[in-house]
């Protein structure tokens, strides 16, 4: 009897440390078009995903996921799985991010839904549970999103919380605890967390003004008072600003076709500005008045706040500039340890393999820019040697020859040569 006792006991434990894994999709190549299902609702032209693993990897097949094709569209592809609750137990959101593209701007996040989700009607309006994930677009928007829906309204986090804006694939990670308390996770590092309630803007504030209480009238906040016993200096007016003392009349300057001349103005170097008397202490001030604070009414605390009721879809609802972001290894699950030791097996292997074979590559490509500005260098140079050579050609070998020597080598005359031919024609001789 001791030994079934022990044994149930053991198998009770057994089986509440086993992770409860609700979603796990790799995209695998023969059933991943089977499982999601494109939005066909009207009104937008929605781009397709295929599946590839991009330019680098660490294993070409098993690092294929869905990746964005076609530029300038909305994305809209999800999936149903078998309903739960994730009522008293932790709920765990993961899924990869690639921008192989170098993003510009364009979603990366997901969206959690309950059973009402009709995969082919999805659209940015379908109601949700849960958004997490990457967003960016330029220079000032770089932000993981978590929004949570709640009684009907969504809800944004009140922190910000900056995304990976690399090429290479990054894990994201959300983790919803029964405790409302809440861990975001990039890469297996927590980057985020804290209260749900303190964190979101979910219930109404605990206390509010006292709509009864107002500021007395004698309330003094003025720290200090004009001096009553400072007087302005008898000198003190001067005018801001004077006539030029230096200037002088210009010679033809003519009163009568130019008018009566002024010299200009400069700064005075003797005006004070507006006079002002000292400051003292303000002998009954007060301080700032607070306006007091009551219990508000209207507050009921939520105790249930990180629980969902029904949760049995997920789907990519986005827009990207430029595409070419790759989305692999969704999982949803209530096992935090387990969801981080996927992320070691999966994850980990395929970012350093990335980098790897990314360097590589960016090596190969500068190498190769370096040998074509060689080449191109070596070119230039071997014309600019042929422009040499063929101006010492002409400067020292080619130049015609003169007289005799001309004539017998077939070289063209010289002007002296043409002026001696003209004379012989003519009958004139130097000798004559």
Request: with cysteine; hydrophobic share 30%; aromatic share 10%.
């Amino acid at each position: 009897m001791k030994l079934a006792l022990q044994l149930i006991f053991a198998l009770v434990v057994i089986e509440a440390t086993v992770a409860d894994v609700f979603l796990e999709d790799k995209f695998a190549a023969d059933t991943w078009e089977k499982d999601w299902v494109y939005s066909k609702h009207p009104g937008k032209e929605f781009g397709k995903f295929k599946l590839s693993s991009g330019k680098f990897y660490n294993d070409e097949e098993n690092d294929k996921g869905i990746q964005t094709s076609e530029d300038a569209r909305f994305y809209a592809l999800s999936r149903k799985f078998k309903p739960f609750s994730n009522e008293g137990k932790p709920l765990v959101i993961q899924f990869t991010v690639k921008h192989e593209q170098n993003i510009d701007c364009g979603g990366g996040y997901v969206k959690v839904f309950d059973c009402k989700l009709e995969p082919a009607e999805m659209h940015g309006d379908t109601p949700y549970e849960i958004m997490f994930g990457p967003d960016i677009c330029g220079p000032g928007t770089k932000k993981v999103h978590v929004i949570f829906s709640y009684q009907g309204k969504n809800h944004l986090i009140n922190k910000e919380i900056r995304c990976k804006d690399d090429v290479y694939t990054h894990l994201y990670t959300l983790v919803v605890k029964p405790d409302n308390t809440y861990e975001v996770l990039i890469d297996n590092e927590k980057v985020e967390g804290g209260e749900l309630e303190a964190d979101w803007n979910f219930l109404p504030p605990k206390k509010i003004k006292d709509p009864e209480a107002k500021k007395p009238e004698d309330w003094d906040e003025r720290a200090t008072i004009d001096d009553p016993n400072d007087t302005k200096p008898e000198d003190w007016e001067k005018p801001e600003h004077i006539p030029d003392p230096e200037a002088k009349k210009p010679e033809d300057w003519d009163d009568e076709m130019d008018g009566e001349w002024e010299p200009p103005m400069i700064d005075n170097p003797e005006y004070k500005g507006e006079w002002k008397p000292k400051q003292i202490d303000n002998p009954a001030y007060k301080g700032v008045w607070v306006h007091p604070e009551i219990d508000n009414p209207e507050y009921k605390p939520d105790a249930n706040l990180y629980k969902r009721d029904e949760i049995c879809g997920i789907g990519f609802d986005l827009w990207q500039v430029k595409s070419g972001t790759i989305f692999d290894n969704v999982l949803i699950t209530d096992d935090p340890e387990y969801a981080k030791k996927y992320a070691e097996d999966i994850w980990k292997p395929r970012f350093e393999g990335e980098k790897k074979m990314k360097e590589a590559q960016d090596e190969e490509e500068r190498k190769k820019r370096e040998a074509e500005a060689k080449e191109a260098a070596d070119k230039a140079d071997d014309e600019d040697e042929d422009d040499d050579d063929d101006d010492n050609d002409v400067a020292e070998g080619d130049a015609p020859e003169t007289g005799e020597e001309g004539k017998k080598k077939g070289g063209k005359k010289s002007p002296k040569d043409k002026k001696d031919s003209k004379d012989n024609k003519d009958g004139g001789h130097d000798e004559l």
